[in-house]
């Protein structure tokens, strides 16, 4: 329960963990930043890393002059295209390697089936949309490279998801994250970013209980 609160109480207090990491560590800090973006599309295991509160705090720490937003944008779209990438690579790994043909007695190989064919007929604006939600967008990757995705499809959708994702939290916190109202409030703002973005994968997992 305490570890739970910690890592609440460090996601509600974004705004100075990444001011106190941009002046004790300088350029750094775009390293530090990388890591997480990278881990939290990139790791299935690390779908609890703070991703679209981040993405808007580390705006917002740019707009006060601690970080340059520019490079803050191309560092964090690199880290999040190659993050999907390389969870995605993961997922056509196992489905060649450990998966296929009936390798696996806990997923039948139809099912492989029907996931290859509902990727190709959907699996562009799931790569993308799925950028915004948190949890199902550390997942997706690995489920398109589990139904095998065309490499040049999913990086074609990759990079829109990467680049719309970023852009819009990031430069969102640089706008309008030191609005004196916003900024004064910027704690509470965390918490419903964090909230909001948890909700629909939350009715998801309710529904499905209910099923």
């Not at 520019?70 to 190659?82: S, T």
């Not at 009936?102 to 190989?109: A, D, L, M, T, V």
């Not at 799925?130 to 499809?153: C, Q």
């Amino acid at each position: 329960m305490e570890t739970l609160l910690a890592v609440f109480e460090r996601l509600a207090h974004l705004d100075t963990f990444l001011l106190a990491w941009a002046d004790a560590y300088g350029p750094w800090a775009y390293v530090i930043l990388f890591v997480i973006i990278f881990s939290e599309t990139g790791l299935v295991v690390a779908p609890f890393l703070p991703g679209d509160s981040l993405l808007f705090v580390a705006g917002a720490v740019a707009g006060l002059g601690a970080l340059d937003v520019n490079v803050l944008v191309v560092v964090l779209i690199v880290a999040a295209f190659l993050g999907n990438f390389t969870n995605f690579r993961i997922g056509v790994y196992l489905s060649a390697h450990v998966l296929a043909g009936g390798k696996s007695r806990y997923i039948k190989h139809e099912y492989l089936e029907r996931t290859h064919a509902f990727y190709e007929r959907h699996g562009g604006k799931t790569v993308v949309i799925s950028r915004f939600l948190p949890i199902i967008r550390t997942y997706a990757p690995f489920v398109a490279g589990v139904g095998t995705m065309s490499n040049r499809k999913f990086s074609f959708y990759n990079l829109i998801g990467a680049v719309a994702w970023v852009c819009t939290f990031v430069y969102g916190g640089y706008i309008f994250g030191n609005v004196p109202a916003i900024k004064q409030n910027l704690t509470y703002l965390v918490i419903g970013i964090v909230l909001v973005s948890v909700l629909p994968a939350l009715i998801g997992f309710v529904r499905a209980r209910r099923a």
